[in-house]
């Protein structure tokens, strides 16, 4: 039913403790904030507290008198050098890109964008002091909801009005499919504005030496944010340094090039002091780019046996107020998912970015892909409940068979592997499938008023970003490709220098067990290097699930060609010609029992004394890898939730997750990966929104209004692996967004399937308790308004 | 500025400090402790939690002056020659990925295994929800608790 790919030493699927742990749990990290440097500078913001006003007056000069205040800047006094923070994705030949200086000089287009900074000796005396800074502001009307931003009468965010772009993509006679269907389902589903909320807050620190800068920041783009602040904002590339030193997750949301860290540098070089910001979460939560806040509208043509004839998409997504680094590309790695793991013949995508005056959206876990499963899997439970049969059994009767594989999708992806039945199965078997459909019919038919929901989800995502060519077909402004570096250390250990950028991934733990597979050297002789573009100097840094995929088949291609330069030295020692030779587990090796160790060869390399004729005398090798294709993880999740009818509270009951994400390196940090996903696709779909006011300004400002599961809120999930392996040499397809991408309409599905019997179907996200009550009052024709509740 | 006198992984320290200074930053920012750092400004996130004589606080939400006379034990001081045995239990569960909430999340379960060295995994969650992580799902976080509970850390 599954195949397993055997791992060909032992350390590949090895539930190895992480390397990363001994400083974590011990309190020795370099969190950026924890930096301090001689003479070093604090800054503070001061924020537009409107979210649309022209700035008719900046007074700074009150603040820098005070005590302590070095330095007081206005947007204005940088308004030569700041420039304008990039967007590399623009995605449409006409897409409109507005001007976005890290500090406004004419006008504010959101609560929370900076106007003015303070530079003090200290945190709390900068702090102090953004009080004395005067603003005038005259208000302009907000731009508040996509749905009326293109109104002809809507206010308008920028001068050229509300519409970044619309990309559009179709295959197949989408007319075809609809005419005379005998089903066709339409829905329209709200991807609620989150916060990513990464547990660290944003820090940077700039410092310049001479012409040189160094900046520590909590980024997972070290190498990306170099090329950027090089490219736009005219310092010259081989004078910066970027360090991201141990970096408190990022889910996304340090996916980015921020106006404080821009600013950070210039102001560290006009007042050649080392200067550091560190946000607090109420400043976080307004100006860390948000995630999702998209409008879906969905529409799918069936047979009457459920087969899907076709399938068309229309999205609204808000940009916010600018465009950010992929802000205008997040709706576009969606576009390719909505047909999930079914087969189709038509599909179309029209999707419209819009400007209001809110935070910009950018990357957040999943990043287009969420939303897409989410459409697909709740329309799939519609397309059942329609013809009366099981969820599971309508996506069985669609989805692409095992034998099948390599498969072309509707979208023109080539999906390498999967086996979807084998995952389903093991799921149904895990989760109890049959005995809890039972024990729901049970209890409908005894009218209990607390239901049981059932819910499926069975996506399929594309990761490992992303092969160049694909990239630049999308006008994405980067290759997709990653580079890993060996050096072979005369004592026979190794470091290895990644392109990649952990921020809790745990790859100073998963490249050591590659690594040490490929050279055949112990797991603890492997030191991983990362994150600082002086020691690692190429890359293109962690999202999209990429790391492994890419920056792992990097490693391999590395330690090929460390393995080819030592071979041609081992045959010397071993006085026999190098096609003779052969390599496994660490040793080189000729017939009759002769043979060198890989560590035996690196002193030999090293000492040079008896190279071979003109053999450079190193064994390090670096290498680059630019993937042929996206890897494809997929899986099959349940949910079952108990819903009050009574109180409208949602208690997950059961969770269970089977997912095939190709060949395993540390199961330990697969199923922490998969956990924390779906902990956190659970809390888009019960708890998480940010909410604005009617006048623009965020609610949602701390975690005591922006609702984080808590471990008392959330069950224990069970969680197994089916293994289709992926087309590459380490059978790998990633796992960091797999959970959240699965598990939002698992949750969604089954509080529906919860209250379908009472006509109830659909629950605008977050499913929370008043929600839920609402649509069930509404449903049952009482008194409560539809607001926010049932569809 | 105010005088005070407290011990911080058992090394006392007497200090005059503005009155409005949090624990947290006279722990990082006065005495260099960078093992506790700061997640949010509402003390909802439990990152910056540790021990004042004995019982958890979240350091944010105390002043330093609060803390004068009192025994500190943050996420530096709490190895004694080897590590206790949260830390290995977080370490061997993988119960740690950024790592960001990891010492307030040791500090408050081992105030929570103080109080009840024996926990289910309902009171290692309800006893742990004021600490907040994000990248784990809390799955490996209760197996961590519930493994250093078997090896004695509460008693």
């Known amino acids: 039913?599954?195949?397993?790919?055997?791992?060909?030493?032992?350390?590949?699927?090895?539930?190895?403790?992480?390397?990363?742990?001994?400083?974590?749990?011990?309190?020795?990290?370099?969190?950026?904030?924890?930096?301090?440097?001689?003479?070093?500078?604090?800054?503070?913001?001061?924020?537009?507290?409107?979210?649309?006003?022209?700035?008719?007056?900046?007074?700074?000069?009150?603040?820098?008198?005070?005590?302590?205040?070095?330095?007081?800047?206005?947007?204005?006094?940088?308004?030569?050098?700041?420039?304008?923070?990039?967007?590399?994705?623009?995605?449409?030949?006409?897409?409109?890109?507005?001007?976005?200086?890290?500090?406004?000089?004419?006008?504010?287009?959101?609560?929370?964008?900076?106007?003015?900074?303070?530079?003090?000796?200290?945190?709390?005396?900068?702090?102090?002091?953004?009080?004395?800074?005067?603003?005038?502001?005259?208000?302009?009307?907000?731009?508040?909801?996509?749905?009326?931003?293109?109104?002809?009468?809507?206010?308008?965010?920028?001068?050229?009005?509300?519409?970044?772009?619309?990309?559009?993509?179709?295959?197949?006679?989408?007319?075809?499919?609809?005419?005379?269907?005998?089903?066709?389902?339409?829905?329209?589903?709200?991807?609620?504005?989150?916060?990513?909320?990464?547990?660290?807050?944003?820090?940077?620190?700039?410092?310049?030496?001479?012409?040189?800068?160094?900046?520590?920041?909590?980024?997972?783009?070290?190498?990306?944010?170099?090329?950027?602040?090089?490219?736009?904002?005219?310092?010259?590339?081989?004078?910066?340094?970027?360090?991201?030193?141990?970096?408190?997750?990022?889910?996304?949301?340090?996916?980015?090039?921020?106006?404080?860290?821009?600013?950070?540098?210039?102001?560290?070089?006009?007042?050649?002091?080392?200067?550091?910001?560190?946000?607090?979460?109420?400043?976080?939560?307004?100006?860390?780019?948000?995630?999702?806040d998209q409008w879906q509208r969905i529409r799918l043509a069936a047979d009457s046996d459920g087969g899907i004839r076709g399938l068309s998409v229309d999205l609204l997504a808000d940009m916010g107020a600018y465009l950010m680094l992929v802000t205008p590309g997040v709706p576009l790695l969606g576009a390719f998912m909505y047909p999930g793991i079914y087969k189709m013949d038509a599909y179309s995508f029209r999707c419209t970015g819009i400007f209001t005056t809110k935070m910009p959206t950018d990357a957040y876990r999943g990043a287009g892909r969420p939303e897409a499963t989410f459409a697909i899997e709740r329309i799939?439970?519609?397309?059942?409940?329609?013809?009366?049969?099981?969820?599971?059994?309508?996506?069985?009767?669609?989805?692409?068979?095992?034998?099948?594989?390599?498969?072309?999708?509707?979208?023109?992806?080539?999906?390498?592997?999967?086996?979807?039945?084998?995952?389903?199965?093991?799921?149904?078997?895990?989760?109890?499938?049959?005995?809890?459909?039972?024990?729901?019919?049970?209890?409908?038919?005894?009218?209990?008023?607390?239901?049981?929901?059932?819910?499926?989800?069975?996506?399929?995502?594309?990761?490992?970003?992303?092969?160049?060519?694909?990239?630049?077909?999308?006008?994405?402004?980067?290759?997709?490709?990653?580079?890993?570096?060996?050096?072979?250390?005369?004592?026979?250990?190794?470091?290895?220098?990644?392109?990649?950028?952990?921020?809790?991934?745990?790859?100073?733990?998963?490249?050591?067990?590659?690594?040490?597979?490929?050279?055949g050297v112990p797991f603890e002789d492997i030191r991983v290097l990362h994150g600082d573009t002086q020691v690692a100097p190429k890359g293109m840094d962690t999202y999209g699930s990429r790391s492994l995929a890419v920056g792992g088949m990097a490693l391999v291609g590395a330690c090929d060609k460390v393995i080819a330069k030592a071979k041609v030295i081992a045959s010397a020692m071993l006085e026999a010609p190098p096609e003779s030779v052969e390599f496994a587990a660490g040793k080189f090796s000729v017939g009759g029992g002769k043979e060198v160790s890989i560590q035996e060869v690196s002193l030999a390399t090293f000492a040079a004394h008896n190279l071979p004729e003109g053999v450079e005398p190193s064994l390090d090798s670096d290498y680059t890898y630019d993937p042929d294709n996206f890897s494809f993880p997929h899986g099959t999740h349940l949910c079952a939730t108990e819903v009050d009818t009574e109180t409208g509270m949602v208690k997950i009951r059961s969770y269970v997750a089977v997912d095939d994400i190709g060949q395993v390196v540390n199961p330990l940090i697969v199923d922490g990966q998969v956990h924390g996903g779906i902990a956190q696709g659970i809390g888009q779909a019960l708890y998480e929104e940010a909410v604005y006011d009617d006048a623009g300004n965020l609610l949602t400002t701390t975690l005591a209004d922006y609702l984080l599961p808590s471990a008392a809120d959330l069950p224990s999930f069970v969680t197994d692996r089916t293994v289709s392996p992926a087309a590459n040499r380490l059978g790998v397809k990633g796992v960091g967004e797999a959970g959240t991408i699965a598990s939002t309409p698992a949750v969604v599905n089954a509080i529906v399937d919860a209250l379908r019997p009472l006509g109830i179907r659909d629950i605008t996200m977050p499913c929370t308790p008043e929600r839920v009550w609402r649509a069930i009052e509404t449903a049952r024709g009482g008194a409560a308004s539809s607001n926010g509740g049932a569809a | 500025m105010t005088q005070i006198n407290i011990t911080v992984d058992g090394v006392t320290y007497v200090d005059q400090v503005e009155p409005r200074l949090l624990l947290v930053h006279y722990l990082r920012d006065v005495l260099g402790k960078t093992g506790t750092p700061i997640g949010c400004d509402t003390s909802n996130c439990g990152t910056c939690t540790v021990l004042m004589d004995g019982v958890s606080v979240k350091s944010c939400s105390v002043l330093a002056v609060q803390a004068d006379g009192t025994e500190i034990t943050t996420i530096e001081g709490l190895a004694n020659g080897e590590w206790h045995p949260l830390q290995k239990a977080f370490h061997e569960e993988h119960a740690l990925q950024c790592g960001y909430c990891t010492p307030g999340m040791i500090l408050a379960s081992a105030d929570l295994l103080r109080d009840n060295p024996h926990p289910t995994d309902e009171q290692i969650r309800d006893g742990l929800e004021g600490n907040l992580c994000r990248c784990t799902g809390y799955e490996h976080i209760v197996r961590a608790v519930r493994r250093a509970a078997q090896a004695g850390a509460g008693q």
């Open chain 1, 380 to 519: 799939m439970d519609e397309l059942a409940a329609e013809l009366g049969v099981d969820p599971l059994e309508v996506r069985e009767r669609n989805w692409i068979k095992h034998e099948e594989f390599p498969y072309t999708t509707v979208c023109g992806l080539t999906y390498d592997s999967g086996n979807y039945e084998a995952a389903t199965a093991r799921a149904k078997e895990l989760f109890g499938y049959e005995d809890l459909k039972a024990e729901q019919a049970e209890r409908n038919a005894r009218g209990d008023s607390v239901r049981l929901g059932i819910g499926v989800s069975t996506f399929t995502e594309m990761c490992g970003l992303a092969p160049s060519r694909v990239l630049g077909s999308l006008s994405y402004g980067a290759g997709g490709w990653e580079h890993a570096a060996i050096r072979m250390l005369p004592t026979g250990k190794v470091e290895v220098v990644t392109g990649s950028s952990a921020h809790g991934q745990g790859h100073e733990t998963a490249w050591s067990q590659i690594v040490a597979d490929q050279l």
């Open chain 1, 1 to 292: 039913m599954t195949t397993t790919a055997q791992p060909p030493t032992a350390e590949l699927g090895k539930a190895r403790r992480r390397k990363e742990d001994a400083r974590l749990v011990t309190g020795q990290t370099t969190w950026t904030d924890n930096l301090v440097l001689p003479g070093m500078l604090h800054l503070a913001f001061v924020r537009s507290p409107y979210a649309h006003a022209r700035i008719t007056s900046v007074d700074v000069s009150a603040a820098r008198s005070l005590p302590g205040v070095v330095a007081a800047f206005s947007g204005a006094d940088f308004a030569e050098e700041q420039g304008s923070l990039p967007c590399a994705w623009p995605v449409t030949p006409d897409i409109v890109i507005p001007a976005h200086p890290p500090m406004a000089v004419e006008e504010v287009r959101y609560v929370g964008e900076a106007v003015a900074v303070v530079v003090a000796r200290d945190r709390y005396t900068a702090a102090d002091a953004l009080a004395s800074i005067d603003v005038g502001y005259d208000p302009l009307e907000p731009v508040l909801d996509m749905r009326t931003a293109l109104d002809e009468n809507s206010p308008k965010v920028h001068e050229s009005g509300n519409k970044s772009y619309e990309w559009v993509f179709a295959n197949g006679d989408l007319d075809a499919a609809f005419r005379d269907a005998p089903v066709v389902i339409e829905r329209n589903y709200r991807q609620q504005r989150l916060i990513p909320c990464a547990m660290e807050p944003r820090a940077v620190v700039s410092s310049w030496i001479g012409d040189d800068v160094t900046l520590w920041s909590a980024t997972q783009i070290p190498h990306v944010l170099r090329f950027a602040i090089a490219a736009f904002f005219g310092i010259p590339e081989q004078s910066i340094r970027v360090i991201a030193p141990d970096v408190g997750g990022g889910f996304g949301s340090k996916l980015q090039v921020t106006a404080e860290e821009v600013l950070a540098v210039l102001i560290s070089r006009r007042l050649g002091k080392p200067v550091k910001w560190t946000e607090s979460r109420s400043e976080g939560n307004m100006t860390v780019h948000h995630g999702r």
